[in-house]
Structure formats: structure tokens, C-alpha cells
């Protein structure tokens, strides 16, 4: 079965950086549309950041277009999402979800969560 496994998150200053993994396994990773979804304590789940299968197309949440990059490597079956000049607010537990499809924001699977903390 699908399985999402994140890995990467932790405690950073404001103005620092972390880079997320999600390792997928038990579909074909490359056929698949992902994305990063995130939710801070109290508030509804935010989508961040998706890319087609291919890796050709991505896009981005205003609140974190031009600060974090997504990519994805099919040989490893990997997805990352680089986070860089990181503010408090981006404090939450980061998802990694797989799309019903090649492109596009939808998702069918998810992984169990990677805490991120940014301290001021």
C-alpha cells in the first residue's frame, strides 16, 4: 500500500533553513503529482507547495513563494521541499501527500507529519 514517510523537520532560529524529505513506496512514484501540505496548533491545514510528476511544473503558496522550493527525485522515490529564510509563522507539522494524478493539486495519501519549529 502507499506509504509517505517525511523526515528532516526539527527546531531552527528564524532566518534559518531545513530541507524536508518524503520517501514514498508501493506506487509508482514517478506517475504521481505531490505535494507539501502544512497545519499549525490551532488553525486548518494550508497547502504550500506542488509538482507534476515529471518535476517540470511547480507552484507555491504566496506565503512561501520565493523562500521554498520544492523538487523530487523519481530514482530515489523522493520528494524535498527546501525551506529557507524561515519565519515563526511557518511553524507547523509538514505533510507530504500524493495526488490521484500527474498534475495538480489533489491528494488521495498522506504521510504521518514532520514537526517544523522556527524560534524568533
Known amino acids: 500500500q502507499v506509504q509517505l514517510v517525511e523526515s528532516g523537520g526539527g527546531l531552527v532560529q528564524s532566518g534559518g533553513s531545513l530541507r524536508l524529505s518524503c520517501l514514498a513506496s508501493?506506487?509508482?512514484?514517478?506517475?504521481?503529482?505531490m505535494s507539501w501540505v502544512r497545519q499549525a496548533p490551532g488553525k486548518e491545514f494550508e497547502w504550500v507547495s506542488d509538482i507534476n510528476n515529471g518535476g517540470g511544473s511547480t507552484s507555491y503558496a504566496d506565503s512561501v513563494k520565493g523562500r521554498f522550493f520544492i523538487s523530487r527525485d523519481n530514482a530515489k522515490n523522493t520528494l524535498y521541499l527546501q525551506m529557507n529564510s524561515l519565519k515563526p509563522e511557518d511553524t507547523a507539522v509538514y505533510y507530504c501527500?500524493?495526488?490521484?494524478?500527474?498534475?495538480?493539486?489533489?491528494?488521495?495519501?498522506w504521510g504521518q507529519g514532520t514537526q517544523v519549529t522556527v524560534s524568533s
Open positions: 508501493g506506487f509508482t512514484f514517478s506517475s504521481y503529482a
Open positions: 501527500a500524493k495526488s490521484p494524478w500527474d498534475t495538480g493539486i489533489d491528494f488521495d495519501s
